[in-house]
């Protein structure tokens, strides 16, 4: 059994930026997360979407914590060392009722605080992006693009600095409460964790572990979007992420946003489901997502298509009325010592350090916290040799002459920038973990080139068997061993 | 530094090159490669029957290279392995990074691009399904099982029925797998035939035309796909699903010309071929700038990519020595029944080689190339298929200064 | 009777019609050149095969090296060969000709090696 003094079961976006919060005060955190890694559900699988905060109810937490989100993470981006552009965004209308839809969302933007929304013709759209369908729009220059994977491994990186201890391939499955208020927590593998503080910031499971934890009724409705991934070829011509005007339900439907790394993602659309870890994109999907991506990127083409992928996001729901409910962020008074997250969809990526602050104050109010003295905020990535000058880049293969040699050929990503994410601090070891870190494999031709030299280097450089390499964790082996002798000894 | 000619890929056109240029009296040649060894995707073509057109013998993928990587050393032609070019501008100027030699600038008087080809992906094809592990390209199969000693899977689908995937089928069964079958969406064979007869017919492995993958299933790893027969506009047709077990998928879909250095350098490319629009001496729009190999168009056989680069070469030798070419006029069309021509601006000065493909299986044929409705040669052929590239050698002289010269199939 | 052949000698993959009558070839249509006769003939009378394959390599720069048959094997004994491949292991250095298994199962055709592997220099 360990002992900590708060557990966290979750270590997505939210999660991590609670543990790293945390680690402002003396306190030993611990992080449970179920899968191989950080992101591998919805804080990895969303559009890199730094939302302005116009598009919430007023007053409500998504609102607040939006706007606050968005305000600082400039400073948040440069701590952590996490791309991001603040690009801005168009929400483009076609019809007079789209107009007065996004009239309507400039005033209420104005109320949550997002004060320079301006209303442009097609004229400034075209100075904006050319490429941007619509025939007027809303322009947001306070909106902007982050790498989703990249904040929420920094943010569990930086955590771990800052002595937070993480546990992957932890599912929590049973929860005790003890006679002293101390909960017990019991991993499906069988280990024992037991903790003054529990949070529950598990995402797509956040109903079930706040009903294990004592706080039933909440329903969430699980709803997958497909995207499709876009050739950089086709990023040249998007400057600007493309909204439709909301719809009358205030959701934005499928739009088409550059990343930081030059791509074009087009996507989502909104599919309710019941398994919210099936992230299998269907062909419908992909023929509509043709189709209304086409309405707001005009470069939509097939050529352009270098992969596909789902994600889920947990929408809390009246049972009564099926309206979407705002974010749920408590520490209800008959279940002492939980602090329960439930329903953080879009915008949680944004909100995620403001509920973090929420939650450490939740925390706050019932103890007295000492702070940390030792707590540094900083965080450094992974130094990129394609993002660098000539005579940088020069300096790099001098200084290790693994920057030499090119791994990944699309994205030019150097043996040496494999190393270092192979060597992360949360202890991952997977392909997908390599490629969300570093990038690699996620240019054009999709490991074609890279994938056999970063699986050798995982076996190189972790000292793995062939059949322990895997993509994303136990279950996903890569190969079944040697061709030759090596297995059948 | 500066170099007479620098080669951007050390595979068989770059070794073909190299070789010809230097009969050709081109002292300063560089060729720049980024695996370890030479010998490009060849090191992991082991299996026979290279070198049947140029050696006259079978030879495996391994020792066709080396028979050029010998020849390169005893002429002492200078290259640099674990050398990967980042970039090539419209003057010249290439960029490489090695980790012996660190941040590299070579300004060069010609620039030969033979980087070869990549593969389509899954993603370029947008199968649906699931992402699991288990799902490879042929070649990157083919790389782990014959270059690193690992094996890919056991119960094996192969989607497509390219070269590569037909190989790969004889390969994995001998290696004991079981390979299930091989689906391809077109109502004929994407591979040539001899390698249905040898690598599947051999080994009852079924092969289905007509059918594609529409689904992916699994998790984590792949628990299976789900084929269903098409139609004529290559559309699965309701209904005809069915599921098949499997661990592992190989996708033999399509190969690709590997243009991103030729696209930083300003070259234009034929959206056809996917590689560059070229004149009888191989030069692209960029003056000094050259291609062959499969980086100008995909090959069915090794042989024709070195001949092919051996042409190249010899333009680029006199290029150097007189210091310019004259640009052709006349547009190489590629008329009924013909996918693409090589190349695609003549001037007809001196003899060249149209290399072409037919769009579908053809039998009892006349392959005619004809300007200003003259017909300027003619071959009859059998048949003709996809598969296999066609070539047409004219003669010096033949054309006129002004007018398309159209290919056709008839 | 009739039976139609694809030729493996070459990349032009006639397809040859022949009238058979038991091993005894009546006529030939679709050939290009006489190896498709002595193709046919071969397949009715004794069918054979190349292989490829790799054995693995102690101490080389590669794991592995690839190796085939120098003379093509009856079809049924490409399993039997395989076996035989599979058995072995080379120390590197390694070199293209190097013979890995002289006359394999009397079949009257050596396994060698096809790639060269230096030795790992410490």
């Known amino acids: 059994m360990r002992d900590f003094d708060v557990a966290i079961i979750g270590g997505g976006v939210i999660g991590s930026a609670i543990a790293r919060e945390l680690m402002r005060y003396q306190l030993n955190v611990a992080v449970l997360e179920k899968e191989s890694d950080v992101c591998v559900h919805t804080s990895g699988r969303n559009t890199g979407m730094l939302h302005a905060g116009f598009l919430y109810k007023p007053g409500s937490l998504k609102a607040k914590f939006a706007v606050e989100g968005n305000k600082e993470f400039d400073t948040v981006a440069k701590e952590l060392d996490v791309p991001f552009k603040r690009t801005g965004k168009l929400i483009v209308g076609f019809t007079p009722e789209d107009r007065e839809r996004l009239e309507y969302f400039i005033q209420r933007g104005k109320i949550n605080g997002v004060i320079d929304m301006e209303l442009i013709d097609r004229k400034r759209m075209d100075e904006i992006d050319s490429s941007a369908g619509g025939n007027f729009a809303v322009y947001c220059p306070s909106s902007g693009i982050l790498d989703p994977f990249i904040y929420t491994i920094a943010l569990a990186e930086n955590a771990v600095n800052n002595g937070a201890e993480y546990f992957l391939n932890t599912e929590v499955i049973a929860y005790e409460r003890l006679a002293d208020d101390q909960h017990l927590l019991r991993t499906k593998t069988g280990e024992i964790f037991r903790a003054r503080w529990v949070i529950n910031s598990s995402g797509l499971r956040s109903a079930q572990i706040s009903e294990m934890l004592g706080i039933p009724g909440y329903v969430i409705q699980l709803v997958k979007g497909e995207y499709f991934v876009l050739d950089k070829k086709a990023g040249e011509f998007a400057q600007i992420p493309v909204y439709p005007a909301p719809t009358p339900q205030f959701t934005f439907d499928t739009h088409a946003t550059p990343t930081v790394d030059g791509n074009v993602l087009v996507g989502p659309n909104s599919i309710n489901v019941e398994d ?8 419908e999907g992909m023929d509509g997502l043709q189709e209304s991506g086409k309405k707001m990127f005009k470069h939509m083409k097939r050529e352009y298509y270098i992969r596909t992928f789902a994600g889920a996001r947990p929408k809390l729901i009246d049972p009564e009325t099926g309206q979407v409910q705002d974010f749920v962020v408590q520490r209800p008074e008959n279940t002492p010592g939980i602090i329960n997250l439930v329903g953080i969809e879009s915008p949680g990526l944004t909100c995620a350090l403001p509920i973090a602050r929420r939650v450490v104050k939740l925390l706050k109010d019932k103890e007295e916290l000492t702070r940390n003295p030792a707590f540094n905020p900083v965080r450094k990535g992974i130094v990129r040799f394609h993002d660098k000058t000539t005579q940088e880049k020069a300096r790099l293969i001098q200084k290790n002459p693994d920057y ?16 270092q994410a192979l060597h992360n601090p949360l202890g991952v070891s997977t392909v997908n973990g390599v490629k969300m870190r570093t990038r690699a494999s996620m240019g054009r031709c999709q490991g074609g080139y890279c994938e056999m030299r970063i699986t050798a280097l995982i076996r190189e450089e972790l000292g793995k068997e062939i059949d322990e390499v895997t993509l994303t964790g136990c279950g996903s082996e890569m190969f079944t061993g040697a061709v030759k002798g090596g297995m059948e000894e | 530094m500066i170099c007479q000619a620098v080669i951007i890929g050390g595979g068989p056109a770059g070794l073909a090159a190299a070789l010809r240029l230097k009969e050709c009296g081109i002292e300063d040649i560089l060729i720049l490669e980024r695996e370890p060894t030479l010998g490009g995707i060849l090191r992991q073509c082991i299996h026979d029957g290279f070198g049947l057109v140029r050696f006259k013998k079978s030879l495996s993928g391994p020792e066709y290279a080396q028979r050029f990587i010998d020849e390169i050393e005893v002429a002492g032609i200078k290259y640099l392995t674990e050398c990967t070019v980042i970039d090539v501008t419209e003057d010249k100027i290439i960029t490489a990074v090695s980790k012996h030699h660190g941040y590299l600038e070579i300004k060069a008087k010609a620039v030969l691009l033979t980087m070869g080809c990549r593969e389509r992906t899954r993603g370029a094809l947008a199968i649906p399904g699931t992402r699991p592990a288990g799902v490879y390209t042929a070649g990157v199969a083919q790389s782990y099982i014959n270059l690193q000693d690992v094996m890919v899977g056991k119960e094996i689908v192969i989607l497509g029925s390219g070269d590569i995937g037909l190989i790969m089928a004889r390969r994995l069964t001998l290696e004991g797998a079981h390979v299930k079958g091989v689906y391809e969406i077109l109502p004929y064979p994407s591979g040539l035939p001899r ?3 040898q690598c599947l017919n051999d080994y009852d492995i079924p092969l289905h035309l007509s059918h594609t993958v529409v689904d992916i299933h699994g998790q984590k790893r792949l628990k299976g796909v789900t084929v269903a027969r098409c139609d004529e506009s290559l559309r699965p047709i309701e209904g005809t699903e069915s599921f098949i077990a499997c661990d592992t998928l190989i996708l033999s879909v399509g190969l690709i010309p590997e243009n991103e250095l030729s696209l ?6 034929d959206s056809r071929t996917r590689g560059a629009f070229v004149d009888e001496y191989y030069q692209t729009n960029v003056e000094g700038i050259f291609a062959a190999g499969n980086v100008l168009h995909v090959h069915d056989l090794v042989d024709f990519v070195s001949l092919e680069a051996e042409e190249m070469a ?7 020595k007189s210091g310019s070419t004259s640009l052709g006029n006349v547009s190489v069309v590629a008329g009924q029944n013909v996918g693409h021509v090589i190349p695609q601006k003549v001037c007809g000065d001196s003899d060249f080689t149209l290399s072409l493909r037919v769009r579908q299986p053809m039998k009892n044929v006349s392959i005619v190339v004809a ?8 071959k009859k052929m059998r048949k003709a298929i996809p598969a296999e590239m066609i070539q047409a050698k004219i003669k010096a002289g033949k054309l006129k200064p002004e007018g398309d010269l159209e290919v056709t199939v008839q | 009777m009739k039976r139609m052949f694809t030729c493996i000698i070459c990349p032009n993959g006639c397809d040859i019609e022949a009238e058979i009558d038991g091993q005894k070839i009546l006529s030939l249509t679709g050939h290009l050149c006489a190896k ?5 003939t071969q397949e009715l009378t004794d069918p054979r095969r190349t292989i490829a394959s790799s054995v693995k390599v102690t101490g080389g720069t590669l794991p592995l090296t690839s190796v085939r048959v120098t003379n093509s094997i009856p079809k049924d004994m490409i399993f039997h060969v395989m076996n035989e491949i599979n058995k072995r292991t080379l120390e590197a250095p390694v070199s293209i000709g190097q013979v890995v298994i002289a006359n394999v199962l009397n079949l ?7 790639k060269n592997v230096p030795a790992i220099r410490d």
Request: net charge negative.
């Open chain 2, 314 to 320: 010899a333009h680029v030798a006199s290029y150097l």
């Open chain 2, 264 to 269: 930083s350098a300003g070259v234009k490319l």
């Open chain 3, 108 to 114: 009257n055709s050596d396994v060698i090696v096809t």
């Open chain 2, 371 to 378: 300007q200003n409705g003259q017909v300027v040669f003619q």
């Open chain 1, 404 to 419: 030499g040699e090119i791994v990944c050929r699309c994205e030019t990503i150097t043996r040496a920038e494999i190393v």
């Open chain 3, 36 to 40: 498709g006769v002595d193709y046919v």
């Open chain 1, 276 to 283: 919210g870890e099936d992230y299998s994109v269907s062909q």
């Open chain 2, 195 to 197: 390698n249905i007869e």
